[in-house]
């Protein structure tokens, strides 16, 4: 059973669930990630030397370039990609990436994901039906 659910809107469809990884920061696939390896390499990221493969990936927005498309591309074909992706603020570079990963993926929700998911917890993501399950690693924990 899960604890929260959020409702938005899909950007790519399918089912997926896995463990949660997730940033307040922007993510930057041109210079910021290591597609073959399927990790963040930004400098400055709060994610340096995190693995996003297989895991549900909720962050707010891309930055940089159009390397979204191609690093995106790279990351499908190495067998790098998250499970899902849940993004705050869509854009074309990350819709983009969302579709030629083929990873579910939705956007536009009811609240802010980053505020209400954390790292470690257990994520379903139905981007058909635009719904996300959220079952909190700490159960006890205060969520008000």
Same mark, same amino acid.
């Given at each position: 059973?899960?604890?929260?659910?959020?409702?938005?809107?899909?950007?790519?469809?399918?089912?997926?669930?896995?463990?949660?990884?997730?940033? #307040?920061?922007?993510?930057?696939?041109?210079?910021?990630?290591? =597609?073959?390896?399927?990790?963040?390499?930004? &400098?400055?990221?709060?994610?340096?030397?995190?693995?996003? %493969?297989? %895991?549900?990936?909720?962050?707010?927005?891309? %930055?940089?370039?159009?390397?979204?498309?191609?690093?995106?591309?790279?990351?499908?074909? =190495?067998?790098?990609? @998250? #499970?899902?992706?849940?993004?705050?603020?869509?854009?074309?570079?990350?819709?983009?990436?969302?579709?030629?990963? &083929?990873?579910?993926?939705?956007?536009?929700?009811? #609240?802010? @994901?980053?505020?209400?998911?954390?790292?470690?917890?257990?994520?379903?993501?139905?981007?058909?039906?635009?719904?996300?399950?959220?079952?909190?690693?700490?159960?006890? %924990?205060? #969520?008000?």
């Amino acid at each position: 059973m899960s604890d929260i659910v959020l409702t938005g809107r899909k950007v790519f469809g399918g089912v997926a669930e896995g463990e949660a990884l997730v940033t #307040r920061q922007n993510i930057s696939t041109w210079g910021g990630v290591h =597609a073959v390896k399927g990790i963040i390499t930004e &400098r400055r990221h709060e994610l340096r030397g995190k693995s996003f %493969k297989d %895991k549900v990936l909720v962050f707010p927005a891309a %930055k940089g370039s159009s390397g979204w498309s191609t690093v995106a591309q790279v990351i499908r074909m =190495a067998g790098q990609s @998250p #499970r899902a992706m849940i993004i705050r603020d869509i854009s074309s570079l990350t819709g983009i990436g969302a579709v030629v990963m &083929r990873v579910p993926t939705v956007t536009d929700l009811d #609240r802010d @994901p980053t505020e209400i998911i954390e790292t470690g917890d257990w994520v379903k993501v139905d981007a058909d039906n635009g719904i996300v399950e959220i079952t909190k690693r700490n159960r006890g %924990k205060d #969520r008000s």
